[in-house]
């Protein structure tokens, strides 16, 4: 039977939510004009006040909120609420620029391990689960909310954070760990590491993960189930908006609820801006209609994807967002042809590899080279050359009906691409532009 942390507001009817999201949005938006000069600015030059915003049907006249606002305004310069009132940051890793710092008030805290409480919940996590928090702690949000997330609903918290990881899996088996957190790619990796140790699925004590923090593909969750002997749950989140718990997935595992009480979701054209209609691809955009610390309004996340308010049998009324495809600044541009890397692993994993590649891109002559190196798995590894090539032929063939582009693919040997124990980083652009 389906469970919740908070049933009475992620089952409300339709015209509750919105009733509250208009009531916290009116709010939200005089605070922020009386308390965000920065953000009170992009309004006036927007010609909006808060006068104009009375409901959500409002939301498309305020400006949206970018990473690059965010880096300008940096540190301080968009906090909703004085310091004295804060109580945590958590910052993102900074791989493509300055790091974003997000900040907290105890409000802001509780809220977003609510978020994390239903997805645990959602799960099937209850106070008689162990549940192995293997995110990284620390600036870090995933290891920080899913800990705060799991003492809520009770269970047994183990906080491992990410890498060492025999000592994991020593305490997955030692302790009976039942609910293990981490990122998809890392779930791999220990899966991975099992196998090696002798441990099939009915060894292995888990039955449920929690994975997110990067882009997976459906056949990487078949795989790490199959692996772990698990039901492996997406969880989404970003740290502009407090962490993971932003949207979550139930037993249905089809699409993440939205927390639309505090997140209201509008799905936007990248290009031109404009609010697209429900069920198309566009770019996801959150405004944060009750954090305190942080008050994101349209946010721009720059992930893709698409949203359904279809009724979900789970019985919950929030809003569905489908598995984001990758980032608007993930999308590669080859040879004039848009490529997610997404697109390459689902062809990789459908011909029976494991998630452990790269992609490699080059500009030799004038001409993007697309490069493949993906590892062979152990039962598939052998020095035939011919059957080497033959294989790779088939992926080069299974890329160019994907992808409609030629790619050169690469078999390694098992093991020989690194592993990594949080968000992997899959695609190498040695393209000086
Ligand atoms: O990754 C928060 C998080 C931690 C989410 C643990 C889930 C679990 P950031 O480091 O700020 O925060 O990165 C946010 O990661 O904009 C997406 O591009 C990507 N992302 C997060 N979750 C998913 C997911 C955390 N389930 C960025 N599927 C986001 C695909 C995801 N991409």
């Known amino acids: 039977m389906e469970r919740y942390y908070q049933p009475e507001i992620e089952c409300a009817p339709r015209e509750e939510i919105v009733k509250l999201q208009n009531e916290r949005l009116v709010k939200q938006v005089q605070s922020v004009w009386d308390n965000v000069p920065y953000y009170r600015k992009k309004m006036e030059e927007k010609g909006v006040t808060p006068a104009d915003i009375k409901t959500i049907d409002d939301l498309h006249k305020l400006p949206f909120l970018s990473k690059d606002d965010l880096r300008e305004a940096y540190p301080y310069g968009l906090m909703g609420r004085p310091l004295k009132d804060c109580v945590r940051i958590q910052s993102t890793s900074g791989t493509t620029g300055k790091r974003v710092v997000a900040f ?86 220990l899966g991975e590491r099992f196998k090696e140790m002798g441990y099939g699925p009915d060894d292995i004590s888990l039955k449920a993960g929690i994975f997110g923090a990067e882009a997976w593909s459906e056949e990487m969750r078949r795989d790490i189930e199959k692996t772990l002997g698990i039901k492996a749950f997406d969880i989404y989140g970003l740290t502009e908006l407090s962490g993971p718990g932003v949207a979550f997935e139930c037993s249905e595992q089809k699409g993440m609820h939205i927390n639309e009480d505090h997140f209201i979701v509008e799905i936007i054209d990248p290009v031109t801006g404009e609010v697209l209609p429900e069920g198309e691809q566009g770019e996801l955009v959150f405004t944060a209609v009750d954090k305190e610390a942080f008050p994101m309004i349209r946010y721009r996340t720059r992930d893709i994807c698409s949203i359904t308010r279809e009724k979900c049998s789970c019985g919950r009324t929030h809003v569905r967002m489908a598995k984001p495809k990758g980032r608007s600044d993930d999308m590669l541009i ?57 294989r790779q032929r088939t992926l080069v063939e299974g890329l160019r009906s994907m992808l409609g582009l030629k790619a050169q693919v690469t078999l390694v040997a098992p093991k020989s691409i690194v592993r990594s124990e949080g968000k992997a980083v899959r695609v190498i652009d040695k393209r000086k532009i």
Request: proline share 3%; glycine share 10%; net charge negative.
């Open 334 to 390: 080859i040879r004039g042809v848009n490529v997610f890397p997404s697109q390459i692993e689902t062809v990789l994993l459908n011909n029976g590899y494991a998630a452990n590649y790269q992609i490699i891109i080059d500009r030799v002559n004038n001409t993007d080279t697309l490069d493949v190196r993906v590892e062979m798995t152990p039962e598939m590894f052998t020095d035939n050359v011919g059957e080497i090539q033959q």
């Open 104 to 189: 907290y008030t105890q409000h802001d805290v509780d809220l977003w391990e609510d978020c994390c409480a239903r997805a645990i919940v959602a799960a099937g996590g209850t106070n008689e689960d162990v549940c192995q928090v293997s995110y990284g702690y620390g600036l870090f949000t995933g290891g920080p909310g899913l800990n705060g997330g799991s003492h809520k609903v009770g269970s047994l918290t183990v906080p491992t954070s990410s890498g060492n990881t025999d000592r994991q899996i020593m305490f997955i088996m030692d302790l009976s760990a039942t609910i293990l957190c981490c990122t998809p790619s890392y779930a791999a990796y």
